[in-house]
């Protein structure tokens, strides 16, 4: 990717001006039909159509700040071109053939948002869906023009920081992030107090073993109308901050801030997803309904056998990022 200066908040203003979401051609798809299709993956199945407690405690439904805004901190949507992107993935994940020596990339190259947590297996699939070929004997680095890159072995440039191969703390981190940023039943979609949301992040950690990680309750988190959550990956620290004035994705919708389209999916991936129990392949399918024709990072489906439900995550900014994580149901 060239870089010409611009700042990142100058990126963010820029793809906010131009947002590619608002001026989609967004097909919605025919009520009766999909509910049709739930009915028929509800039938499928023997197991309870009423799942467990959630992850974050869910009051009325509201966001707060940026934290619904910008998915992953946002810039990652600056990057992309043609879906998948042959400039790679700004702040996220570069997936390149050619990557040059002083970070220049070339028209074998793909990216965007980091998917699983796993930046070459994220590549892989970035790759395929770019129609580009696989990166053979890959390898993830960051550098001084790209946070996350992954390329061939042999062109790897000098002076790059190589990433140790993706283990089960890294999945969970990058479950940490999207739950955070999670319009269906993430923290942003309610009015925490500082001492909820302080449990509610670190029940979330307990949750997902990541025991090296810290809650900080920042000094001034009292002062806002609620409290939200940060992530800090580097630090391996949730921080508790003051938010507010919070107002709900309704309102946002009414007063023209949010395209009405992500109430309607948010909305559908909950009834559909997080309010039932179904596996992957049948959540798979309700995304796949409930996204119609609005341009969408993929979809990613991340196999968790020991989880009795799936669970989806969705997080918007520039564009659309729905994960789901959850069993793969038996075969025959």
Same mark, same amino acid.
């Given at each position: 990717?060239?870089?010409?200066?611009?700042?990142?908040?100058?990126?963010?203003?820029?793809?906010?001006?131009?947002?590619?979401?608002?001026?989609?051609?967004?097909?919605?798809?025919?009520?009766?039909?999909?509910?049709?299709?739930?009915?028929?993956?509800?039938?499928? /199945?023997?197991?309870?159509?009423?799942?467990?407690?959630?992850?974050?405690?869910?009051?009325?439904?509201?966001?707060?700040?940026?934290?619904?805004?910008?998915?992953?901190?946002?810039?990652?949507?600056?990057?992309?071109?043609?879906?998948?992107?042959?400039?790679?993935?700004?702040?996220?994940?570069?997936?390149?053939?050619?990557?040059?020596?002083?970070?220049?990339?070339?028209?074998?190259?793909?990216?965007?948002?980091?998917?699983? /947590?796993?930046?070459?297996?994220?590549?892989?699939?970035?790759?395929?869906?770019?129609?580009?070929?696989?990166?053979?004997?890959?390898?993830?680095?960051?550098?001084?023009?790209?946070?996350?890159?992954?390329?061939?072995?042999?062109?790897?440039?000098?002076?790059?920081?190589?990433?140790?191969?993706?283990?089960?703390?890294?999945?969970?981190?990058?479950?940490?992030?999207?739950?955070?940023?999670?319009?269906?039943? /993430?923290?942003?979609?309610?009015?925490?107090?500082?001492?909820?949301?302080?449990?509610?992040?670190?029940?979330?950690?307990?949750?997902?073993?990541?025991?090296?990680?810290?809650?900080?309750?920042?000094?001034?988190?009292?002062?806002?109308?609620?409290?939200?959550?940060?992530?800090?990956?580097?630090?391996?620290?949730?921080?508790?901050?003051?938010?507010?004035?919070?107002?709900?994705?309704?309102?946002?919708?009414?007063?023209?801030?949010?395209?009405?389209?992500?109430?309607?999916?948010?909305?559908?991936?909950?009834?559909?997803?997080?309010?039932?129990?179904?596996?992957?392949?049948?959540?798979?399918?309700?995304?796949?309904?409930?996204?119609?024709?609005?341009?969408?990072?993929?979809?990613?489906?991340?196999?968790?056998?020991?989880?009795?439900?799936?669970?989806?995550?969705?997080?918007?900014?520039?564009?659309?990022?729905?994960?789901?994580?959850?069993?793969?149901?038996?075969? /025959?």
């Amino acid at each position: 990717m060239q870089h010409d200066g611009t700042s990142t908040d100058d990126l963010v203003t820029a793809l906010r001006a131009a947002d590619p979401l608002a001026r989609a051609d967004l097909d919605r798809v025919d009520p009766d039909a999909l509910l049709a299709l739930r009915t028929a993956v509800l039938a499928s /199945g023997a197991r309870p159509a009423v799942r467990g407690p959630r992850r974050w405690a869910r009051r009325a439904a509201a966001v707060g700040g940026a934290l619904a805004l910008l998915v992953g901190g946002g810039a990652a949507y600056a990057g992309y071109q043609d879906w998948y992107g042959s400039d790679g993935g700004a702040d996220g994940i570069t997936c390149s053939l050619d990557y040059g020596p002083l970070g220049e990339t070339g028209e074998l190259t793909s990216g965007g948002p980091a998917l699983t /947590g796993d930046p070459v297996a994220d590549c892989a699939r970035y790759q395929e869906l770019a129609g580009l070929p696989p990166i053979e004997d890959p390898v993830a680095f960051r550098d001084a023009w790209h946070p996350v890159v992954v390329v061939p072995r042999d062109r790897v440039p000098d002076g790059a920081e190589l990433l140790d191969p993706a283990g089960p703390a890294d999945l969970a981190a990058q479950e940490l992030e999207s739950s955070v940023h999670d319009l269906v039943d /993430g923290p942003v979609t309610g009015c925490l107090d500082p001492a909820a949301a302080a449990a509610a992040a670190q029940a979330e950690l307990d949750r997902l073993s990541l025991g090296d990680w810290e809650v900080d309750v920042d000094e001034d988190a009292g002062t806002g109308a609620c409290a939200g959550v940060v992530v800090d990956a580097g630090g391996r620290r949730l921080t508790v901050v003051a938010t507010g004035p919070v107002e709900s994705l309704e309102t946002l919708v009414a007063r023209g801030d949010v395209v009405p389209e992500v109430l309607e999916l948010r909305d559908e991936l909950r009834t559909g997803i997080a309010d039932t129990c179904l596996d992957l392949t049948e959540a798979e399918a309700v995304v796949a309904q409930a996204l119609g024709t609005a341009h969408h990072w993929p979809t990613s489906a991340v196999e968790d056998p020991a989880a009795a439900c799936t669970r989806v995550d969705l997080e918007v900014g520039g564009s659309i990022q729905v994960t789901l994580r959850g069993p793969r149901p038996a075969a /025959g």
